[in-house]
């Protein structure tokens, strides 16, 4: 199945496979998008089942689902590869 996003949706879901567990209002202020632009876009991708939103307290906290880390290692492997190197290197 083909998911058609835009640029920006790539970057809001890209910022979600790097930092699983990020409110809403961090996404937004991370990616200087107007919160309704995020929040019309993780309706989208709760649909599409690219992310599950949790509530924790006050905040929804969204985390990808490993169909979008799937996703992810197919349509931007060179980046994926990159990122996960430098998480393992984070360990040490």
Request: net charge positive; proline share 3%.
């Amino acid at each position: 199945m083909l998911i058609d996003l835009t640029e920006k949706e790539k970057k809001i879901l890209w910022f979600i496979v790097k930092n699983p567990g990020s409110s809403q209002k961090k996404i937004s202020d991370e990616l200087k998008f107007l919160p309704s632009t995020i929040s019309c876009f993780l309706k989208k991708a709760e649909s599409l089942m690219l992310i599950v939103r949790y509530k924790r307290k006050m905040k929804n906290i969204i985390h990808p689902t490993t169909r979008t880390i799937e996703l992810f290692k197919i349509l931007f492997k060179e980046d994926y590869l990159k990122f996960k190197e430098i998480e393992k290197w984070k360990k040490f």
